[in-house]
């Protein structure tokens, strides 16, 4: 402590700290540490109301990996984050979006798994992967066009 400040702003020195203080699992803590490289300055930041772009992508990549890696209920990643469970419902399902579209989130969604150390882990402790991506099939013919529907003429009786 320097000045009356702390370093470790927000007191989470560790995921374990973390995880008991929010009472979430300590996968999904491990999965925020993870994200912003075991900073505790940011940590705290990704846990505050800011609607800062990064801050944002690297809470939609923790929701995304948590569902895809562990069976972690929304309001328990909401705890984690300080969110309630609409706000992390909707931002899955803005992340489920971005991993559609954009490579570099996919590759962060997977580096944080991996600095978390869960990939696969549900598979071996006999759980269920909570979240299954959606795989659009590949597009091989245009899509031919649809029949105009015609209103203009009354409902027939």
């Known amino acids: 402590m320097a000045g009356g400040i702390s370093i470790e702003r927000g007191g989470y020195g560790s995921p374990e700290a973390l995880s ?4 979430a699992r300590i996968e999904v803590c491990r999965l925020i540490f993870a994200v912003v490289d075991y900073d505790p300055f940011r ?3 990704l846990r505050t109301p800011s609607l800062d772009r990064e801050l944002i992508r690297c809470r939609r990549a923790v929701v995304l990996a948590a569902k895809l890696h562990t069976n972690a209920a929304f309001s328990e ?4 984050l300080c969110r309630d469970h609409s706000s992390i419902t909707r931002g899955l399902d803005a ?3 971005l991993y559609r579209e954009d490579d570099e989130f996919v590759e962060l969604c997977a580096r944080i798994a ?3 150390v869960l990939r696969g882990r549900w598979r071996e402790a006999g759980g269920q992967q909570a979240l299954a991506l959606p795989v659009a099939p590949p597009i091989t013919a245009p899509v031919p066009p649809q029949p105009l ?3 203009s003429r009354g409902v027939a009786s």
């Open 77 to 80: 990643i909401g705890r984690a």
């Open 114 to 116: 991996e600095r978390a």
């Open 149 to 151: 529907l015609d209103f």
């Open 95 to 97: 992340a489920l979006i």
């Open 43 to 45: 940590i705290a930041d």
């Open 20 to 23: 008991k203080h929010s009472r």
